[in-house]
């Protein structure tokens, strides 16, 4: 028997090491895609100005020689010189148009697919329920579950009400190949009582995350390769361990939803390094 508790724990301590690492290595990535994002921000901010004060000088141009043929009374008296900075001053105003278009449709796409998703899982999962939430953070869906819909106290058993909320949501994911979705497990901050098996907080958030993406996977059919279990223990708490009733809301399972927006990236990345040549 001893042996078979050891063995539980040292595959738990490899289950969780495993999630951790490919967690981190998604918010690593999460984190470098909105970096990328907030500089494009930038960029095309700078192209807009840069646009406002190239479009007055066409203006400019077109007064000043519009001045000339007034004065003049000669249709003909447009200067080479004038003509000349006139088109360079268009043709620089095409060429920013054009760039300006490029980085905006690159974040109109990404925009649309986070909405599409949202508009999806709301219609899907159909529940005005406090204890369900779909929001979106910087560009990633997030769909946090009060623990009392899906395990009882202490425990990492899913409940029969919680497979028919999960099943929604799962529909949702099957109909979106492109996407992934990490399953984090978060606890309130009352030390877990260890049970020869469990630990701690950190395991039973990680065993609430393994039991959902089983779910998901053994019942709902969800590609397995698509899903990532992390779990956070008490450490992410959405409002202070100071009552019982918010304990109730850190107490909680989050799907988070995330578009592969590689195409986006790119297009990005390659909009950006052209500007800077």
């Given at each position: 028997m001893r042996k078979i508790v050891i063995a539980l724990s040292v595959l738990m301590a490899l289950t969780s090491c495993v999630s951790k690492k490919k967690y981190a290595e998604l918010e690593a990535k999460n984190k470098e895609t909105q970096d990328l994002l907030n500089s494009c921000t930038v960029k095309l901010n700078t192209c807009l100005e840069e646009k406002a004060g190239l479009?007055?000088?066409?203006?400019?141009?077109?007064?000043?020689?519009?001045?000339?043929?007034?004065?003049?009374?000669?249709?003909?008296?447009?200067?080479?010189?004038?003509?000349?900075?006139?088109?360079?001053s268009l043709e620089s105003l095409k060429e920013k148009d054009l760039k300006i278009s490029r980085l905006q449709d690159a974040l109109t796409k990404k925009d649309s697919v986070t909405l599409a998703l949202v508009t999806s899982l709301k219609g899907a999962v159909g529940i005005n329920d406090p204890d369900i939430e779909i929001n979106v953070e910087k560009g990633v869906v997030f769909i946090s579950i009060a623990d009392k819909l899906l395990f009882k106290s202490g425990s990492y058993d899913v409940s029969d009400k919680a497979k028919t909320v999960l099943a929604k949501v799962a529909k949702v994911v099957n109909d979106k190949p492109d996407f992934e979705c990490m399953v984090e497990g978060h606890t309130d901050d009352v030390p877990y009582k260890s049970n020869g098996i469990l630990l701690d907080n950190w395991d039973l958030s990680v065993k609430r995350?393994?039991?959902?993406?089983?779910?998901?996977?053994?019942?709902?059919?969800?590609?397995?390769?698509?899903?990532?279990?992390?779990?956070?223990?008490?450490?992410v708490p959405l409002v202070a361990n100071d009552s019982a009733e918010n304990k109730a809301r850190n107490r909680r399972t989050r799907i988070v939803v995330m578009p592969k927006i590689d195409q986006f990236y790119d297009m990005i990345e390659k909009e950006m390094k052209k500007q800077a040549k």
């Amino acid at each position: 028997m001893r042996k078979i508790v050891i063995a539980l724990s040292v595959l738990m301590a490899l289950t969780s090491c495993v999630s951790k690492k490919k967690y981190a290595e998604l918010e690593a990535k999460n984190k470098e895609t909105q970096d990328l994002l907030n500089s494009c921000t930038v960029k095309l901010n700078t192209c807009l100005e840069e646009k406002a004060g190239l479009a007055a000088t066409a203006e400019s141009y077109k007064q000043h020689n519009q001045d000339l043929i007034n004065s003049s009374k000669d249709l003909t008296i447009l200067t080479t010189k004038g003509a000349e900075n006139l088109e360079k001053s268009l043709e620089s105003l095409k060429e920013k148009d054009l760039k300006i278009s490029r980085l905006q449709d690159a974040l109109t796409k990404k925009d649309s697919v986070t909405l599409a998703l949202v508009t999806s899982l709301k219609g899907a999962v159909g529940i005005n329920d406090p204890d369900i939430e779909i929001n979106v953070e910087k560009g990633v869906v997030f769909i946090s579950i009060a623990d009392k819909l899906l395990f009882k106290s202490g425990s990492y058993d899913v409940s029969d009400k919680a497979k028919t909320v999960l099943a929604k949501v799962a529909k949702v994911v099957n109909d979106k190949p492109d996407f992934e979705c990490m399953v984090e497990g978060h606890t309130d901050d009352v030390p877990y009582k260890s049970n020869g098996i469990l630990l701690d907080n950190w395991d039973l958030s990680v065993k609430r995350s393994t039991s959902i993406v089983r779910v998901l996977t053994n019942d709902l059919n969800v590609n397995p390769a698509r899903l990532i279990a992390a779990g956070r223990s008490s450490y992410v708490p959405l409002v202070a361990n100071d009552s019982a009733e918010n304990k109730a809301r850190n107490r909680r399972t989050r799907i988070v939803v995330m578009p592969k927006i590689d195409q986006f990236y790119d297009m990005i990345e390659k909009e950006m390094k052209k500007q800077a040549k």
